[in-house]
């Protein structure tokens, strides 16, 4: 599982240096603020107030959805409601998992 995620996370990057990676519309923003803390209780607060915070695809093969830019090369994913329990995850572009 953890070896998807880091996958995720590559490609995510790849993804956004692309121009593939799209902005989450502001009529969704009461949603994607619930999404953007539970991304950010992922890791510590020293690293995620500065995360990029990106969300799954509604479907298998569409973009990841940038919530929130970030300046300090983490990324951080809300729970997956596609799996059971609560799982946000924080990855450093460089570096692993938090």
């Known amino acids: 599982m953890r070896y998807l995620h880091v996958i995720l996370v590559l490609l995510a990057l790849s993804l956004a240096g692309c121009g593939l990676v799209t902005v989450s519309p502001t009529s969704e923003k009461p949603n994607a603020d619930a999404k953007i803390q539970s991304a950010m209780s992922a890791a510590p607060m020293a690293i995620a107030k500065d995360a990029t915070i990106v969300d799954y695809p509604a479907k298998a093969g569409q973009p990841f959805i940038v919530l929130r830019e ?8 809300p729970d ?6 609560n799982d946000p995850q924080c990855y450093h572009a460089g570096a692993g998992a938090v």
């Open 70 to 77: 970030g300046t300090n090369g983490w990324t951080c994913y």
């Open 80 to 85: 997956w409601q596609a799996t059971s329990g």
